[in-house]
T-cell receptor
């Protein structure tokens, strides 16, 4: 069966510090991968998606970047965090219409 | 951009009662999905209904789709305290590159009291 992992689960970082969040998927090959951000009490905002290794597309301009160095690994990064980067970050994978989500990372930028 | 809009934003009921949540969307879709999110957790897929379907059931869940009104409803029957969560509808969209994506609404927060 397929599983998706995200780490860390929680993170508190100062403004201006770098960020690296990791997402890995097991039990499937060549999935589409997605990064979302969720503000408190709100819906999901799609940040990045990837249909293959090294193929990254961004939905909105922002302070973040994403990379897919391996088929089942998706990384969200920032060189310098902003206060507005705080939120709940979710990774998801899909082979067709349904997306399957990881447990999320709660990021607080102080 | 937000496609689905859930209604109500929040719903509070007693155990055993039914809970109905609605979703409206703006453009044509191929399918609509409902997801559930427990507080501080990831989303869990509940059910997918295609544009040529009008109703679908899964356990205590019943989803309807009215493409003429661009709306869907999620009914949870005989609710339990464990059903307390946020529920999101998601419609399919298209990236500029031609790949499918999901567009989520802001969700309905359901509280089921023992």
């Amino acid at each position: 069966s397929q599983t998706i992992h995200q780490w860390p689960a929680t993170l508190v970082q100062p403004v201006g510090s770098p960020l690296s969040l990791e997402c890995t998927v097991e039990g499937t090959s060549n999935p589409n991968l997605y990064w979302y951000r969720q503000a408190a009490g709100r819906g999901l905002q799609l940040l990045f998606y990837s249909v293959g290794i090294g193929q990254i597309s961004s939905e909105v301009p922002q302070n973040l970047s994403a990379s897919r160095p391996q088929d089942r690994q998706f990384i969200l990064s920032s060189k310098k965090l902003l206060l507005s980067d705080s939120g709940f970050y979710l990774c998801a994978w899909a082979l067709s219409d349904t997306q399957y989500f990881g447990p999320g990372t709660r990021l607080t930028v102080l | 951009s937000q496609q689905g809009e859930e209604d109500p934003q929040a719903l509070s009921i007693q155990e055993g009662e039914n809970a109905t949540m609605n979703c409206s969307y703006k453009t044509s879709i191929n399918n609509l999905q409902w997801y559930r999110q427990n507080s501080g957790r990831g989303l869990v897929h509940l059910i997918l209904i295609r544009s040529n379907e009008r109703e679908k059931h899964s356990g205590r869940l019943r989803v309807t789709l009215d493409t003429s009104k661009k709306s869907s409803s999620l009914l949870i029957t005989a609710s339990r305290a464990a059903d307390t969560a946020s529920y999101f509808c998601a419609t399919d969209g298209m990236f500029s590159g031609g790949y499918n994506k999901l567009i989520f609404g802001a969700g309905t927060r359901l509280a089921v009291h023992p």
